[in-house]
């Protein structure tokens, strides 16, 4: 009885066989089987380098979060951020701008934050997470879109905001009152890890 493995014809592979009246089942040197085939082919698969990560599009959506790319100034490749903008109900007027992003000149993770003119600056701003303040900054410029100011993204900051619910802006208004913006965190970790 012929078993089925021996009579098995594996398609892209033929079969040597020896000529009649051979003595013995000498096969050409460039013979193989198909079962010595298998480690070549499994070594040619894993010289196929792995699939790059699709890079983020300006204007895809992360929950609450947006990806914009841009060219900055002075620079020749195209950069992505995720950000966030917050408005005054009612009159749609822009509160508060939030980005994060690899945004330094030397291409480390920050966060900036762009808030209306007319603040107070002296006291910067603070950043919390869940309730628990994480970064005190200073404000560095002010132009016709707002007053601006930026942290580097590092630990305990990065982890909280990648893994919290809300995070919390403060700052002093003209007459140095506190005001409390809530921002959402939703989005905002596959947002960022997409921008890696």
């Not at 929950?63 to 408005?87: A, M, Y």
């Not at 993770?109 to 910067?124: D, H, N, Y």
């Not at 879109?145 to 990648?162: K, M, Q, Y």
């Amino acid at each position: 009885m012929t078993s089925n493995f021996e009579s098995q014809v594996i398609p892209g592979f033929s079969q040597d066989r020896p000529s009649r009246g051979a003595k013995s089942c000498h096969r050409p040197r460039h013979f193989m089987t198909p079962w010595t085939r298998i480690p070549l082919l499994v070594a040619a698969l894993a010289v196929v380098p792995p699939a790059t990560a699709a890079q983020p599009r300006d204007g895809q959506a992360f929950d609450d979060w947006s990806v914009r790319c841009e060219v900055p100034k002075g620079r020749l490749e195209e950069h992505c951020f995720i950000f966030q903008n917050l408005t005054i109900t009612g009159t749609g007027e822009r509160l508060m701008h939030a980005a994060a992003g690899y945004l330094t000149t030397d291409g480390k993770p920050a966060v900036t934050v762009t808030l209306p003119l007319g603040i107070s600056l002296p006291p910067g701003i603070r950043l919390a997470v869940d309730g628990r303040e994480l970064a005190r900054f200073a404000f560095e410029r002010c132009d016709q879109t707002g007053c601006f100011g930026a942290v580097a993204l590092e630990d305990p900051l990065s982890t909280a905001l990648t893994s919290g619910k809300e995070a919390q802006v403060k700052f002093m208004d003209g007459n140095r009152k506190e005001i409390v913006v809530p921002m959402s965190l939703r989005g905002f970790r596959g947002g960022f890890d997409a921008l890696k």
